[in-house]
């Protein structure tokens, strides 16, 4: 089974989340309603919580994970993510938090204690460190990721568009899966 309980905790998923088969979610985890979970991603929540809002798309191979309480991170850190969000390909998220209305691309790298402020466009492959924050209305690039540019107007409409796109393309996943 792929939504799988740990340490007496099961995954709680809101209202016509897809969830592929090959993914798993483990433990301590939300997901919001009409969020989507695509192929090979892992959602681990075994040390503490990973909060997903409505209408979020989690893209193939991703892994999402938490920072434990312990000596060198006293409250740990856990995942927060917000709604209308799009992580794309193979992104890595660890202990962070993600605004609403953002777009991380693909490879992307989120660490320990960094936020994401509400729309947002992490570019493919960038890294932000831990405890950085990216500050809302701007494109973000590199490695150590940096401020490129403001948003324009098409890009902030895009945040909507593709939270949209992939909610009613796992519809059509929940239509064959049943």
Known sequence: ?????????TPLLGERVFVDASAVVLGDVEIGDD?????LTVIRADMHSIRIGAR???????????????????????????????????VLL???????RVLIGMGSIVMDGAVIEDEVVLGAGSLVPAGRRL?????????????ARPLTDKERSFFRYSAENYSRLKDL??????
């Open 1 to 9: 089974m792929n939504i799988r309980s740990y340490n007496g905790i």
């Open 35 to 39: 969020s989507s979970v695509w192929p």
């Open 56 to 90: 979020t798309s989690i893209q193939d191979g991703s892994v999402l994970h938490i920072t434990h309480a312990g000596p060198f991170n006293p409250g740990g850190f856990p995942l927060l993510i917000g709604d209308d969000v799009t992580i794309g390909h193979k």
């Open 94 to 100: 660890h202990g962070c938090e993600i605004g609403s």
């Open 135 to 147: 500050e809302s209305g701007y494109l973000y690039l590199g490695s150590p990721a940096r401020q």
């Open 173 to 178: 996943h929940l239509i064959e899966d049943y």
